[in-house]
């Protein structure tokens, strides 16, 4: 068996290394148009900020998978779904080939997004998505004081507080109302924005970039109504799914945009998989398609179309979207639905927020965290949660097994746990969260 893996990223690895371990004849190649293999495009931000030392430390070496031909510098231009083949370009020798498949994963990625407006091409303009990103900022902050970001999601939020941490004037830009939209309801996400603020980034909301200024660098970025000068602006506004590779070939997309997909990760063509940020996901909950561009499921997605790829029969359920971030310093998670969300697709949900410390009071080094839990009214089966505060992942965590196992607010409210005045409280934040929910009907 011929198996051919376009991309190698988190997906495109976890698929190669998954069909060698469960089909140990295969033929597998792996085709990667950089010339280095994997890297940790999370991590950019903390290269910014400088806790991670270096952005080499982000590049893993090509790993070394028996029985796998990784080809690094080289692209995929073409599939041509009759001859079931692969058009490829070296980068380097300018080299073109044909390489045969009798099964196909499609891990192509996305790229960001860069908004069509005036002054999006001016210098010191910038994404964080490569480590070339990474290069060009780090070699812009000796000579810039001040700093905007556009877009408040994860990336934009890390990103705003890394150049902080270097001693800009930072702004931070979001259209919707409120930071970390989608993951966060309006009243936690207020509680990030004034954790930003406090760590002194301006955070504005409800308004969109009209404008770059500048003669050949941008000087200025243009808002309604204000006009902020700066030395450097980050474009943090999301990313775009990579799927010209599939559309050319016929692939079918679906309403995400993304490359469609069944339970099996096939697309439209049996023979084709497509797995990570350029394919289709189904959320857990409303069983609606969604896009979910992480780490994570790229990596699940990786294992499942591994399997199937090289003759198995697995199938990949669904995601919850974990989701976890920081902000100021602060740690910010969510898993599954938002009450908003929840609203939008037509679920009638009750939700109940509480503030608990993560240790006894008396004990050196309690913190608080801020818990947020929704659920159906009828029934109240658990439908996602907000968490701010130390552990705020470890919670999302626990309540993205909770959701996948359909528990009421009830039942998870007499789960066990432990507990030790170093650690823990006598009575878990989620357990607090989780009895103030029964309240609510």
Do not use: W
């Amino acid at each position: 068996m011929r198996i051919v893996i376009v991309g190698f990223q988190s997906a495109g690895l976890t698929a190669a290394a998954t069909a060698r371990l469960y089909n140990r004849e295969a033929k597998i190649t792996v085709i990667e148009r950089r010339s280095y293999a994997t890297y940790h495009p999370c991590g950019l931000p903390f290269v910014i900020g400088g806790e991670v030392p270096e952005l080499r430390d982000l590049v893993e070496t090509a790993p070394r998978l028996q029985g796998i031909d990784v080809r690094l510098g080289v692209e995929a231009k073409a599939i041509n779904v009759k001859e079931k083949t692969v058009e490829v370009l070296d980068l380097k020798t300018l080299q073109v080939e044909k390489i045969p498949y009798d099964k196909l994963i499609l891990a192509t990625g996305s790229v960001a997004l860069r908004p069509p407006i005036p002054g999006i091409n001016l210098g010191n303009v910038f994404s964080l998505r490569t480590i070339e990103d990474g290069e060009k900022i780090l070699s812009a902050l000796p000579n810039s004081r001040k700093a905007v970001v556009v877009g408040a999601g994860p990336i934009g939020v890390e990103t705003a507080s890394a150049l902080k941490e270097r001693g800009l004037d930072v702004v931070l830009i979001e259209m919707m109302p409120n930071v970390l939209p989608g993951m966060l309801d309006p009243d936690m996400a207020g509680i990030v924005a004034e954790r930003l603020v406090k760590s002194g980034v301006r955070v504005i909301c409800s308004k969109a970039v009209k404008e770059l200024r500048g003669v050949e660098r941008v000087s200025s970025v243009v808002l309604e109504g204000e006009e902020i000068p700066t030395d450097l602006v980050v474009m943090a506004i999301g990313v775009k799914p990579d799927v010209e590779l599939a559309v050319r070939a016929g692939l079918a997309l679906g309403p995400t945009k993304t490359i469609a997909v069944d339970d099996h990760l096939r697309t439209s063509n049996p023979d084709i998989f497509a797995i990570g940020d350029c394919a289709e996901a189904r959320c857990l909950i409303t069983k609606r398609p969604v896009r979910s561009q992480l780490a994570t499921t790229a990596i699940r997605m990786g294992r499942v179309a591994g399997i199937n790829a090289a003759g198995g029969d697995e199938i990949f359920d669904g995601v919850l979207n974990a989701v976890v971030t920081i902000a100021g310093g602060l740690e910010v998670a969510s898993v599954g639905l938002t009450a908003t969300v929840a609203g939008e697709a037509g679920i009638e949900a009750v939700s109940a927020r509480v503030r608990c410390l993560n240790k006894p009071h008396y004990f050196p080094g309690a913190e608080p965290v801020m818990i947020k839990l929704v659920a159906e009214r009828k029934g109240q089966r658990l439908l996602g949660g907000q968490f701010l505060g130390t552990g705020a992942a470890e919670r999302a965590n626990r309540l993205a097994l909770a959701i996948r196992k359909e528990m009421t607010a009830k039942e998870f409210s007499k789960v066990d746990y432990c507990y030790a005045p170093p650690v823990s409280d006598s009575i878990d934040p989620m357990v607090v969260a989780a009895e103030a929910l029964l309240r609510r009907r």
